[in-house]
Each structure stands twice: as C-alpha cells, then as structure tokens.
C-alpha cells in the first residue's frame, strides 16, 4: 500500500482466486480507458450478418415468386443471409405442402450460391427457411464469372481495306 502511495497510484487487486491474491501497482483509470478502448476495437472488428427477409403468399405467382429469388441472390452474393417467408390467410392454412413446395423451389433455385440453414417449418401462421451464403461456391462463381469477362469476345472486326472501301463508296 505505502509503495502504490509513494508512487501516487493504485494498488489493484488483479487474480482475487489465487493463492496468495494478485495484486499491481498501477494508475487504475489508464487501465480501465485502455480495457474500454480494446473492448470497443474488438466490437468493431466483427462481423455483423444482417438478415434480409422474402415475404410470400401460398398463392404468389412464379414472375413475382422469381424476382424475390432474384434479390435473394443479390442479397446472398453480398454476403447477407436471408430468411423466406410464407404467410398463410384464412383457409390456406390446411394446405401447408403448397408453402413447403414453394419453399423447397426457392431453395433449389438457390442452391449453387446457398445452404439451408434452418429447413422450413411452420411458426404460427407462417412458415420460414433461413438461407446462408456458401462463401466457398460464390467464390468460385465470381472467380469463372471474373475469367469469362477477361476472354475477348469473339465479334470480328472489319478490316482496314474494307473501311476504306467503304468510305470510298460513300463519297460517289
């Protein structure tokens, strides 16, 4: 104690479980602005995976039904996950295998990009499926995406005497 007040510090008790207690000399408030500043560095350098959602209806049409999967796919080729949805009205309810087929079409659509994370089920008047990006497959795919842009496009271009000739045949 008279060293921690001779140096105008703190005596703070480190490991209190140990046999004999842990104890340092330092200035207490620098240790706790430095703790304070990793923690808010550490929660920053996360991740954090937001979840896009699809909202359907057993009777929803395939033109609508495919552009949903089309942000679906944008949604996941960024990296987000995404939850669909299937909300049952009324009578609909009694016919679950109309949701869980559309459920299983989306999935399937999606499926060189996507793993099913949660299979669908029913909640409540709802049924849902949570798709994850497959990180590795969307990898590979803008990699043959990225090589099939490189390789020249096999339009042929005229050439130069044909222009001329061209040209020449323009000035008459």
């Not at 490991?15 to 330092?26: G, K, L, Q």
């Not at 049952?88 to 109309?98: L, S």
Request: aromatic share 4%.
């Amino acid at each position: 104690m008279k060293m921690a007040h001779d140096a105008n510090l703190d005596l703070v008790e480190v490991s209190p479980n140990a046999n004999p207690p842990v104890c340092r000399v330092m200035d207490f408030g620098k240790f706790l602005y430095e703790r304070m500043k990793k923690e808010k560095e550490a929660r920053k350098s996360q991740t954090k995976i937001e979840v896009k959602e699809i909202r359907l209806r057993p009777k929803t049409g395939d033109h609508h039904r495919s552009f949903k999967t089309r942000d679906a796919r944008r949604w996941l080729m960024s990296g987000m996950k995404v939850r669909v949805t299937i909300r049952f009205r009324g009578r609909e309810i009694t016919y679950p295998e109309i949701a869980l087929e559309d459920l299983r079409e989306i999935a399937e659509d999606l499926n060189d990009i996507a793993t099913i994370e949660q299979a669908p089920g029913m909640e409540g008047r709802t049924m849902g499926m949570l798709l994850a990006p497959n990180m590795k497959k969307i990898a590979k795919l803008k990699e043959e995406r990225a090589n099939s842009a490189d390789e020249p496009s096999e339009i042929e271009e005229p050439f130069e005497d044909e222009i001329d000739d061209d040209e020449e045949e323009d000035e008459d």
